[in-house]
Every structure is written in C-alpha cells, then in structure tokens.
C-alpha cells in the first residue's frame, strides 16, 4: 500500500469531529500488514508538536487508540528514546488539555508493558515525568479514551483540585483491607529496597573513583569506567520495576551523572596529550656522563679547574631546562582541569550568565598564559642553543692543549643536543595539542548555547505612529532579557536568545552574538541574516549610521582583535566581498559591471560566486571604507532595497606558523527583504533550515531551490552557526507583521518557543 494512502486516512481522522475505533482499527491493520509503523508516527509527529490545542489532543489520543489496538510489536517501534523525549516535552505545556493527553498515554502504557524489558523507555518516560511532579491519572481502561481525554473536559480540574469524598474513601479501604500474604509482600519489598540502596552505593563509590581519575587520566583504574556502564544498564532495568518515590528520584540523578562522567571521560582520553620523558632523557644523560671516566685526568690540576667551570654550566643548562619542563606540564594540568569543569557542568540548563562568561574568562586566561609560558620557552630554549655552541667555540679553544678532553666534551655536546632535540619535539606536540583543545572547548561552549540563535530587536515609535494615539500605541512588553510579549488579542510571548528594547544600542545587540565569530578563525563557517518588514530597523542595524555603528563595523573590529590576539602563532588574512542578489540575479556590488554571476560548488572552496571580486582588507577601518563605496553603487530606492538581499561576505584564512596547516571560515552578513513581500528566497531559507532541523538527508535538501540557499549551502547546519537578528516595530500598526516575522525565525530554527 501506497504510504501516503495510510497518510490520508490518518490525516481523516484528525479532521473527523470524533475518532471512529473501526477506522483506527484499519490504520492499524494496514500499518501492520505493510510495515509502515513508523510512518505512521511520523504522520502524527507535527500535529502533537506544533499544531492547534485541539488538533493536539486529537493527534495524542488517536496515538493512544492505535497502541491500544496494535500488538506488542507495534508499540515498540514507539517505544524509542527520541518519542518519549518528544513526549515529555509536549507535557511541560502550559495547557492542561494537551498535558492530560500526554500523561494518560503514558499512564497507560506503563501500565501495560511494565514488565516488558522491551518497553523499557515507557518506563522511563513515565518516571520522568514523575519526579518532576506531575500527577497522573489512573489508567484507562480499553475504550475509555474517548472520555479520558474529551475537548474540553474536565479532567484537569478535577485533578487539580482535591480529591472526592468517594476516591478518599476507595484510597483508604484500599490500604486498609487485608490481603493474604502481605507480610511476605513487605518483607520482600524491603529486600528490593536494601538491595537498591546497595546498588545506590556502588554507583556512589565508583562515580567518586571516577572523579578522582578525571583529574588525571592515567591513575584512571580500568574496571571503574567498566562499572559506570554496568551501572547504567542495571539502573534502567531497576527503574522499570516498581519502586519507591525516593528511590526514583535517586536513581535518575545517578543515571545522569554517570552519562555525565563517562561523556567527560571519553572526551579526555581522546584528546589527551602525549609527554615525552624529557627529563628522564637528561637524568640517563647525566648519568652516562658521570659514568664516563675522564680521559684528560693526567694534566695539570689548574688546567682542570677550568674543565669543570664548563663542566657546571651544562649541569646549569640541563637544571634549567628540567624547570621549563616541569612549568609547561603544570600549564597543561591547569588546563586539563578547566576541560573538566567545563564538560561536568556542560548540560546544566540553569546555568547563570554570568557563571558562563566566568568560566569563558577562564579558559582565555589559562590558553593565554600557556601561549606565553611557550613563547618564554622558546627564548630559553634558543639561549640553550646558543650557550652550547659557547660552551663548543671554548672547547675548541683547549683543542691543542687537551686533545682527549676534546673528544670527551664533544661527546657530551652531542647527546645534550639530542635532549634538545626531543625536547623542542615534545613542546611541539604538547603546543598542538593545546591549540586543538582550546579551539575544541571554544567551538563546544558556543554549541552549548546553541549553532542557531535568535535575537529580537524593537526600534523606537516614530513620530506619525505616535500621532495616531493608541492605534500607534506600543504593544511590546520585555517581561524578561529572553522574552518579549506581543500585546494582541492572543498576547503571544516569545522566548529568544536575546530581547532588546529599542533603547538599547547596536553595540549591546552584537554582545552577545561576538564571541561566535572567533569561531571563523578556526575554520567554522558562520551566518548572520537581518530579517523583518520594511521600516522596522534591518538597514541600521546592519550598516548602522552617524548615531553608533552597525554589526558589518562591528564584526570587522571583532574579526581583527581576534586576529591581533593570534598574530604570536596564526597569520591571518580577512578579504570582503559585497554583493546583491535581485531577482535571483547575483550583481557584484565593488565592480558593478560583473552581473548574473553564477554559484559554484568545489572541494577545495566549498560553495562560492564564480568570478565574484574579493578585497583584501588591512584594518577595520580600511574595511568599512571599502564596504561604503561598494554600497554606493547600489540602488537607493525603497522598491529595490525590499525585494533585494544585500550580503557582505567575509573569507578568514588562517595559517599556523608552527605547522603551516590553513583553515578558511566564512562570515556572511545578510540583509534579507522585506517579510512583508513574502519572497520566494526567505520561504526557501525557512524551508532548508526546517529540512536540516529534521535531520533529513543532505542530499533530499532543497538547497538549490534560490540562489541564496545554494550559495550557503556548506554554512546552515551541521558545525556552522546561524544568527537571525529579527527587526520589529513596536507600534500596534505593524503587530501582526512583527509577529509574522517572529515566527518566521522560530520556523528557521526548527521549533516553536511563542506561547
């Protein structure tokens, strides 16, 4: 059977006013018989995700009525990590209805295949939720949804008030009847409880094991990381019996922390640099030095007084380089340390700003010290060198008085150069792959807030909005730095990365948003779209005017700085491109004459405009000058700017002076049309952000639908990181368009966070 036959009749009844069982039971038997299951779940994900209240519900107990009637093979093709995930996100909802939904499911399945291992996510889901407090109803009996979970219904209210004297009543004859054998019931309760709080206190003692050898991974006993994941499969197999409230709770903050642990400890081990034994090299070199007899000990005694002077300022050489070594390793443990904190708190969701950007302080400070503890050691190291060809010139002063204590100092200039050698060979390695930490915990702290971001931004009321009196009225309401309220009928409110009021300046827009674009100096590609309708502030926050700069002077200053702090390791060269693209027609801004350039697609550039000019740039300064006379060759009217992109792109090339390894990151800025046009390529952006969101196939992408998707098609996804800056107007006027443009961008990013 055609699937999308079996989308049709699911979709039917989502439509119908009430679910017809003898048509479930169809969808069910269809999706048996042809092994479409899982498609049949996919049909139903959207409308449990983003839909109306009441398509919501529906969806949920259409869901609950195809398990109810489906054997056990179909439930468990539902019974999967990611829907229960899924699942449990949709019951932190606001509305009850929908909630109610979610949590009779639940209810109902756990009841059902609880002592089915196979159904172990059931499970799960359902202790979750309830050590997060959510009450549940009591199970519902085959047929029963229909009631359970009605429009409308009163089920929420009637669980959130107070019990019914007859359910009181029912609770407490429960308790207190008599039943045969129930001191062998509690007798054996209690064993299951002693033998959880002896499970409990294994995994105690071998997560603070564990703790200890994070610190240093070496002393990391073997059989402790064996037992975490022994540890794991024996926690979820406990958490589907029956258990005891506190117990749950217990074993579920174990069961993270150990997913935790074992997560820092497979990032160490992966990572972890190699240490020459620099100084037991010199150790044994001293000690076949000492071992050596002196062959020149028959000349006079003033004359050997000078051969041990040179003599003790090898051995002064060597203690000073043991020092050098013993400096750079505790560098590298204070290092490995900050990883380690790093990763333990990594998916802390309540995690302060302000604790963030401690942390950040700190890896800077710690990668900064260690840039100049290496940079010190290649001064001392090169005054090593020079002071053994001293002590080799003086050496040769002796040669016609004492040819055979010649011949012995030569010897032990030889193996110190060794030592040398290995030496230099293990700083470089411990410096390559401090370079490769830093850049790995930089790129992972900004994943941890998100690859794709979303700021709102109100420009102030303008004077004819403000002559229309409350029909211009401002309907914004920043209830918090991350939301920000639409005063409609409906008062939607909004939950972004960042919410600014007009007050505040392009400067503390881009704050937040800076750190990102170091990113580019290590080889991530990055995009930052400007989206909103016409008039609501896109131009100015992008190029900014005589009041403060836009983000193009912004991200200029920002790019250079990096590249200042890099100049002692990394040679970086920045180049600007600026261009349009009109009607699907690419115009090349900084030479007007180059028009309907084409996209091309290679390996060694990735996706690029064939034939597009590109300016190396010397300073910030030198930037936005280049990038004004480019835009002076624009077209200035409204209907043009409206329906045009307006893009400034940014190459990042760096090269390692140690290694000679280059990287390319790209940074484009983007000022996209106006919403209000409904253009074909912001539908396009929305619709290719939504397909990656989805995890679909790269190749099922439709990046080659605009010009401009085909264009960004290796930065959206994957490692790179996305920046919509949404532009509104406050006045009640434009509401419905300022909330138009803020769906759009949650579209973009794949979810819905406007309540």
């Given at each position: 059977m055609d699937p999308r036959n079996l989308e049709q009749m699911i979709q039917e009844q989502l439509m119908a006013p009430t679910i017809d069982d003898s048509a479930v039971r169809e969808i069910v038997r269809v999706a048996q018989q042809e092994s479409l299951q899982k498609e049949a779940f996919e049909v139903l994900k959207e409308p449990i995700k983003k839909e109306?209240?009441?398509?919501?519900?529906?969806?949920?107990?259409?869901?609950?009525?195809?398990?109810?009637?489906?054997?056990?093979?179909?439930?468990?093709?539902?019974?999967?990590?990611?829907?229960?995930d899924r699942l449990v996100k949709v019951a932190k909802t606001k509305d009850l209805s929908v909630r109610d939904a979610v949590l009779q499911n639940i209810v109902n399945w756990q009841a059902r295949f609880h002592d089915d291992a196979q159904f172990i996510d059931f499970n799960l889901a359902y202790n979750r939720l309830k050590a997060k407090g959510f009450a549940f109803p009591p199970p519902s009996a085959t047929g029963d949804y229909n009631q359970a979970t009605e429009l409308g219904s009163s089920a929420s209210a009637s669980r959130s008030g107070p019990r019914t004297t007859q359910q009181q009543q029912q609770q407490h004859q429960q308790r207190a009847a008599p039943s045969?054998?129930?001191?062998?019931?509690?007798?054996?309760?209690?064993?299951?409880?002693?033998?959880?709080?002896?499970?409990?206190?294994?995994?105690?003692?071998?997560?603070?094991?564990?703790?200890?050898?994070?610190?240093?991974?070496?002393?990391?006993?073997?059989?402790?990381?064996?037992?975490?994941?022994?540890?794991?499969?024996?926690?979820?197999?406990?958490?589907?019996?029956?258990?005891?409230?506190?117990?749950?709770?217990?074993?579920?903050?174990?069961?993270?922390?150990?997913?935790?642990?074992?997560?820092?400890?497979s990032?160490?081990?992966?990572?972890?640099?190699?240490?020459?034994?620099?100084?037991?090299?010199?150790?044994?070199?001293?000690?076949?030095?000492?071992?050596?007899?002196?062959?020149?000990?028959?000349?006079?005694?003033?004359?050997?007084?000078?051969?041990?002077?040179?003599?003790?300022?090898?051995?002064?050489?060597?203690?000073?380089?043991?020092?050098?070594?013993?400096?750079?390793?505790?560098?590298?443990?204070?290092?490995?340390?900050?990883?380690?904190?790093?990763?333990?708190?990594?998916?802390?969701?309540?995690?302060?700003?302000?604790?963030?950007?401690?942390?950040?302080?700190?890896?800077?400070?710690?990668?900064?010290?260690?840039?100049?503890?290496?940079?010190?050691?290649?001064?001392?190291?090169?005054?090593?060198?020079?002071?053994?060809?001293?002590?080799?010139?003086?050496?040769?002063?002796?040669?016609?008085?004492?040819?055979?204590?010649?011949n012995y100092l030569n010897s032990m200039a030889e193996k110190a150069v060794k030592i040398e050698a290995k030496g230099l060979d293990t700083l470089k390695k411990l410096y390559l792959n401090e370079m490769q930490m830093r850049k790995k915990l930089y790129n992972k702290i900004q994943e941890f807030r998100g690859n794709t971001r979303i700021y709102c931004r109100a420009r102030p009321l303008l004077p004819e909005e403000k002559s229309k009196g409350d029909a211009g009225a401002d309907v914004t309401s920043f209830t918090s730095p991350t939301e920000i309220m639409l005063k409609d009928s409906s008062n939607r409110i909004f939950e972004v990365d960042g919410a600014f009021k007009p007050s505040d300046k392009t400067k503390t827009v881009f704050e937040d948003a800076a750190p990102i674009l170091t990113c580019s100096l290590d080889g991530f590609n990055i995009c930052m779209f400007a989206y909103g309708q016409t008039g609501a502030g896109k131009s100015y926050t992008v190029q900014g005017d005589s009041s403060g700069p836009g983000l193009l002077a912004l991200s200029l200053e920002k790019l250079f700085e990096d590249a200042k702090e890099r100049s002692e390791t990394e040679s970086v060269t920045i180049e600007l491109a600026v261009f349009e693209i009109v009607n699907e027609s690419i115009q090349d801004l900084i030479e007007p004459g180059k028009k309907n350039l084409q996209v091309q697609v290679s390996e060694q550039f990735g996706c690029y405009v064939d034939g597009l000019t590109q300016i190396a740039l010397a300073s910030p300064q030198d930037g936005m000058a280049k990038a004004t006379a480019a835009l002076r060759n624009r077209e200035k009217s409204e209907q043009h700017t409206s329906k045009s992109a307006l893009?400034?792109?940014?190459?990042?090339?760096?090269?390692?002076?140690?290694?000679?390894?280059?990287?390319?990151?790209?940074?484009?800025?983007?000022?996209?049309?106006?919403?209000?046009?409904?253009?074909?390529?912001?539908?396009?952006?929305?619709?290719?952000?939504?397909?990656?969101?989805?995890?679909?196939?790269?190749?099922?992408?439709?990046?080659?639908?605009?010009?401009?998707?085909?264009?960004?098609?290796?930065?959206?996804?994957?490692?790179?990181?996305?920046?919509?800056?949404?532009?509104?107007?406050?006045?009640?006027?434009?509401?419905?368009a300022s909330g138009d443009s803020l769906a759009y961008a949650f579209k973009v990013r794949g979810v819905i966070l406007g309540k």
């Open positions: 109306k209240r009441e398509t919501q519900v529906k969806a949920l107990l259409l869901l609950g009525r195809m398990i109810d009637m489906g054997d056990c093979a179909f439930a468990a093709d539902l019974s999967t990590r990611k829907w229960m045969g054998g129930g001191g062998s019931r509690n007798a054996q309760a209690a064993a299951n409880a002693d033998k959880v709080k002896v499970l409990m206190s294994q995994i105690q003692a071998d997560l603070r094991s564990m703790e200890i050898g994070l610190q240093d991974p070496t002393r990391m006993p073997p059989h402790v990381v064996e037992n975490c994941r022994r540890h794991q499969k024996k926690v979820m197999l406990v958490m589907s019996t029956d258990l005891q409230e506190a117990y749950t709770h217990q074993l579920i903050a174990l069961y993270d922390q150990i997913g935790e642990y074992l997560e820092i400890y990032a160490i081990t992966q990572a972890e640099p190699v240490i020459a034994p620099t100084v037991r090299a010199e150790r044994s070199g001293e000690s076949s030095s000492k071992s050596a007899p002196p062959e020149g000990a028959h000349h006079e005694q003033h004359d050997s007084s000078e051969l041990q002077e040179v003599k003790d300022r090898l051995q002064q050489a060597k203690a000073h380089r043991r020092q050098l070594d013993d400096e750079s390793n505790r560098i590298r443990q204070q290092i490995n340390d900050v990883r380690v904190k790093i990763s333990m708190n990594q998916d802390d969701g309540g995690e302060s700003e302000n604790k963030k950007q401690k942390m950040l302080n700190m890896v800077r400070r710690t990668s900064t010290q260690s840039r100049g503890i290496l940079a010190n050691a290649k001064v001392q190291v090169t005054q090593l060198r020079q002071l053994f060809n001293s002590l080799r010139k003086e050496a040769e002063d002796f040669a016609n008085a004492w040819t055979n204590d010649i893009i400034f792109q940014f190459l990042v090339h760096s090269e390692s002076t140690q290694t000679g390894s280059m990287t390319t990151g790209k940074v484009y800025l983007v000022e996209l049309p106006g919403s209000e046009r409904q253009d074909k390529m912001c539908q396009q952006l929305a619709n290719v952000m939504e397909k990656i969101q989805q995890n679909v196939k790269n190749d099922q992408i439709p990046y080659r639908g605009c010009k401009l998707t085909h264009l960004l098609q290796d930065s959206l996804g994957g490692s790179s990181k996305q920046l919509f800056f949404v532009c509104i107007s406050p006045s009640r006027m434009h509401v419905a």
